[in-house]
Structures are given as C-alpha cells and as structure tokens.
C-alpha cells in the first residue's frame, strides 16, 4: 500500500471517523442477556481499538517519512 499510495492525513482521519462510529454501534454487555453475545461484542470492540491503534501508528510512520 505504501508505494504509489496517495494516503494522506485526511484519508487516516476519515477511516478511524469510520471506525469509531462503527464501534458505537455495537450493543454495550448490558443490553445483551447472552454471555456469547456480550463476548463477542467486547470482542469486536477491543479489535476495532486495536486497528485504530495500528491506523495511528502507521499515519505517524507515514508522517515521518519512513514509509514513502
């Protein structure tokens, strides 16, 4: 992706803006009885922090000049 690419900073910010609003939509645990779907949700969740973490990161990678 890092050759020929044409990400700049608004194209990261629009994806997290994506994500983060996909993330509130997920049910919150107390509004699920199931224990599988309270883990499954949580789950879904901590992934979806853990990509924004690594979007972060790879935008600042990105900003610094390493990846060109």
Same mark, same amino acid.
């Given at each position: 992706?890092?050759?020929?690419? !044409?990400?700049? %900073? +608004?194209?990261? $910010?629009? &994806?997290?803006?994506?994500?983060? +609003?996909?993330?509130?939509?997920? %049910? #919150?645990?107390?509004?699920?009885?199931?224990?599988? $779907? +309270?883990?499954?949700?949580?789950? /879904?969740? !901590?992934?979806?922090?853990?990509? &924004?973490? !690594? &979007?972060? /990161? =790879?935008?600042?990678? =990105?900003? #610094?000049? /390493? &990846?060109?």
């Amino acid at each position: 992706m890092a050759r020929g690419s !044409n990400m700049d %900073p +608004q194209h990261h $910010a629009t &994806i997290v803006d994506k994500l983060m +609003q996909y993330r509130g939509k997920i %049910p #919150k645990t107390g509004q699920l009885g199931d224990k599988k $779907a +309270q883990w499954t949700c949580e789950d /879904l969740r !901590n992934h979806i922090d853990y990509l &924004i973490y !690594n &979007i972060d /990161l =790879f935008a600042e990678t =990105f900003d #610094k000049g /390493l &990846i060109r």
